[in-house]
């Protein structure tokens, strides 16, 4: 229960960071509780923290506290005296006081701003474009993050954690199963990658996984590695290397049709 209000008292913060206050009269909005100056809450300034408040100062609203004789309590508390000197500056009028999206386009609530404004935000990454990239399909999105992310459960990220009976790379069976190995030393994907070399008439080609994740067209290839080794693990079914060859062939051709400003040439 303490959980889910905690919650719900968070979203009322992150709604209400969505919402610009306008005032009008100054009589609809809340002095303590309304987040119109600097958007911030003064009963939650830290300068208010230990002041013991009238119950009937609380309800007060922003013309109350200018035009009223509840302002004594402000002019003792440095903070207090800022705020007062602020509101001798407004000039209210004849309008209601009004809340308006600060996420609006063309006078229209807009998702894309409101999220923009409330999502939080961590360091960026090179691979962002190549992952999260429209040119690709949804189910080998999630596949490159965790690879990325070096989450994928590979045979040495799981004896870390719980003890299996052979750690061996599924497709080759010789060295232990890595990252590193399973997507650039396996002669398995070598092989792939050497179709794919001819294929697309490359000139080079890096032989090291820290170079190979670099290349964009890691995109639709290193998820057919990886489900191929998935099939091996949880169906026993085990394909060759023409089977994940024209697995990426028909996925890579259903793809680029879906280009729409590329004309038919170049896509061949």
């Given at each position: 229960?303490?959980?889910?209000?905690?919650?719900?008292?968070?979203?009322k913060?992150?709604?209400?960071?969505?919402?610009?206050?306008?005032?009008?009269?100054?009589?609809?909005?809340?002095?303590?509780?309304?987040?119109w100056?600097?958007?911030?809450?003064?009963?939650?300034?830290?300068?208010?923290?230990?002041?013991?408040?009238?119950?009937?100062f609380l309800?007060?609203?922003?013309?109350?506290?200018?035009?009223?004789?509840?302002?004594?309590l402000?002019?003792?508390?440095?903070?207090?005296?800022?705020?007062?000197?602020?509101?001798?500056?407004?000039?209210f009028n004849?309008?209601?006081?009004?809340?308006?999206?600060?996420?609006?386009?063309?006078?229209?609530?807009?998702?894309?701003?409101?999220?923009?404004?409330?999502?939080?935000?961590?360091?960026?990454?090179?691979?962002?474009?190549?992952?999260w990239?429209?040119?690709?399909?949804?189910?080998?999105?999630?596949?490159?993050w965790?690879?990325?992310?070096?989450?994928?459960?590979t045979?040495?990220?799981?004896?870390?954690?719980?003890?299996?009976p052979?750690s061996?790379?599924?497709?080759?069976?010789?060295?232990?199963?890595?990252?590193?190995?399973?997507?650039?030393?396996?002669?398995?994907?070598?092989?792939?990658?050497?179709?794919?070399?001819k294929?697309?008439?490359?000139?080079?080609?890096p032989?090291?996984?820290?170079?190979?994740k670099?290349?964009?067209?890691?995109?639709?290839?290193?998820?057919?590695?990886?489900?191929?080794?998935?099939?091996?693990?949880?169906?026993?079914?085990?394909?060759?290397?023409?089977?994940?060859?024209?697995?990426?062939?028909?996925?890579?051709?259903?793809?680029?049709?879906?280009?729409?400003?590329?004309?038919?040439?170049?896509?061949?």
């Amino acid at each position: 229960m303490v959980w889910s209000l905690k919650k719900i008292l968070k979203l009322k913060d992150i709604v209400i960071s969505l919402f610009d206050i306008q005032l009008g009269n100054g009589r609809g909005i809340l002095f303590w509780y309304d987040p119109w100056f600097e958007n911030l809450h003064i009963v939650l300034k830290a300068e208010f923290g230990g002041v013991r408040i009238r119950r009937d100062f609380l309800n007060s609203s922003v013309r109350d506290i200018r035009d009223g004789d509840y302002n004594t309590l402000l002019r003792g508390i440095l903070e207090g005296v800022r705020i007062l000197s602020f509101m001798q500056t407004i000039h209210f009028n004849d309008n209601i006081d009004s809340w308006v999206w600060k996420v609006e386009r063309d006078v229209k609530f807009n998702s894309n701003l409101a999220w923009e404004s409330i999502r939080e935000r961590g360091n960026d990454v090179g691979w962002t474009h190549v992952v999260w990239s429209s040119n690709i399909i949804p189910r080998q999105q999630f596949v490159l993050w965790l690879l990325f992310r070096k989450r994928l459960s590979t045979r040495d990220r799981l004896k870390r954690f719980m003890d299996i009976p052979d750690s061996k790379c599924l497709l080759c069976g010789d060295n232990e199963e890595t990252m590193d190995h399973l997507f650039s030393g396996c002669p398995f994907t070598l092989e792939l990658w050497r179709r794919i070399i001819k294929a697309m008439e490359l000139a080079f080609f890096p032989s090291d996984w820290i170079d190979i994740k670099e290349m964009a067209i890691l995109k639709v290839k290193v998820y057919h590695i990886w489900m191929e080794r998935n099939s091996r693990v949880f169906t026993r079914v085990r394909g060759g290397v023409d089977d994940v060859w024209n697995n990426i062939k028909f996925d890579c051709n259903s793809l680029v049709r879906t280009w729409r400003r590329i004309s038919k040439n170049e896509q061949n």
